[in-house]
C-alpha cells in the first residue's frame, strides 16, 4: 500500500514538475507568434497564467500524499539514514520539509498573482513566486528521488 | 483586489510563522509514531513525536488570523515587492538553518 502511494507520488509529482517548470520559463521570456512552428516558439507562446491553479492544486495533492508517507519516511528511511550516518541525506529530507510547507504556505499569494485579470502591479511577484515554487519542487522532487534509491518506504 | 490582499498577507505571515515554529519549537500538537496518537505531551512509551504537522498547523493559524483580523485598509497597502521578498527570505533562513548537516 504504501509503495503504491509513494509511487503515486511521485508521478503526481512529476506532473507537477513539468506543469511548474513550463509556467516558469513561459513566464519569464518574451511572448511570440508560434507562426515559426519552432519548438521554442510555440513553447514561448504558452500561456503561463494558465498554470496558476492546476499547480496549485497539484502542488496540494502532492503535499497531502506526502504528509501521509511521512510517517513511514520517519520510521523506515530516517532511522537508517542516522546509522550509516548519512547527514547530507538526512539535511536534504529536512531541507524537503521546510520547502513544501512554505511553499504551501507561499501558494494563496501565487495563485492570487496568477488570477484573471492579471494585476500589472503583481508582475514581479508573479514571476518571482513561480520561480520559488519552481525550485522548492526541483529540490523536493530530486531529494525525494535520492531518499528512494538509498531505502524506499517498504519495510 | 480585497481577496488577492487577504491571500498575499495569509501567505507572507504563515511563512514568518512556520519559521518561527521550527526555529522555537512552537508546535501546535505532536503525532506520536510510537501509539500513532496526536497530542501536546505523551508517555515515553509513545516514541519520537512528528513536530512537522504541528509547525504547519501553527503557521496557517497564524496566517488566517492575520488575514482576517489585519484590517483591509492596512493589507491593500503592503507592497507588492513583499509578497516575493517575505518568502524568498524565509526560504533563505531554512537553507541557513539546516546547513548544519552538510557541514
Redesign the interface.
Known amino acids: 500500500m504504501m509503495t503504491a502511494l509513494l509511487i503515486f507520488h511521485g508521478l503526481l509529482a512529476v506532473a507537477l514538475l513539468g506543469a511548474v517548470t513550463h509556467q516558469a520559463l513561459a513566464a519569464s521570456v518574451r511572448r511570440s507568434e508560434p507562426r515559426t512552428r519552432s519548438f521554442f516558439a510555440r513553447f514561448r507562446a504558452t500561456d503561463a497564467s494558465a498554470y496558476g491553479t492546476p499547480v496549485a492544486v497539484l502542488f496540494v495533492v502532492v503535499m497531502i500524499v506526502g ?1 501521509i508517507l ?2 513511514r519516511y ?2 523506515v528511511v530516517r532511522p537508517l539514514l542516522q546509522t550509516l550516518d548519512l ?2 541525506a ?3 529530507f ?2 524537503k ?3 513544501s ?2 511553499g ?10 496568477w ?1 484573471q485579470p492579471l ?1 500589472p ?2 508582475a ?2 508573479r514571476l ?2 513561480t520561480w ?1 515554487v519552481a525550485l ?1 519542487v526541483w529540490w523536493n522532487f530530486v531529494v525525494g528521488q535520492l531518499l528512494v534509491s538509498i531505502k524506499g518506504l517498504a519495510l | ?1 480585497k ?2 490582499a487577504r ?2 498577507l ?3 505571515i ?2 514568518v510563522a ?2 518561527l515554529a ?1 526555529y522555537f519549537d512552537w508546535s501546535l500538537f505532536r ?1 506520536y ?1 510510537g501509539t500513532g496518537t496526536v497530542g501536546l505531551s505523551a508517555p515515553s512509551t509513545a516514541g ?1 513525536p ?1 513536530l ?2 504541528g ?2 498547523a501553527t ?2 493559524l497564524a ?1 488566517l488570523a492575520a488575514a482576517f483580523v489585519i484590517p483591509r485598509s492596512l493589507s491593500a497597502r503592503l507592497s ?2 513583499l ?2 521578498l517575505v ?2 527570505i ?2 533563505l533562513a ?2 541557513m ?6 557541514l
Do not use: D, K
Request: hydrophobic share 55%; charged share 10%.
Open positions: 504528509a511521512y510517517p520517519r520510521l547527514r547530507a538526512n539535511g536534504a529536512e531541507l520539509e521546510h520547502f510547507a512554505l504551501l504556505m507561499l501558494l494563496p499569494a501565487y495563485w492570487a498573482c488570477r494585476v502591479a503583481y514581479a511577484a518571482w513566486l520559488i522548492t | 483586489m481577496t488577492q491571500l498575499m495569509f501567505s507572507m504563515a511563512c512556520y519559521t521550527y503525532y509514531l519520537a512528528i512537522w504537522y509547525w504547519l503557521a496557517v496566517g507588492p515587492e509578497v516575493w518568502p524568498s524565509t526560504l531554512a537553507l538553518y539546516e546547513l548544519r548537516w552538510f
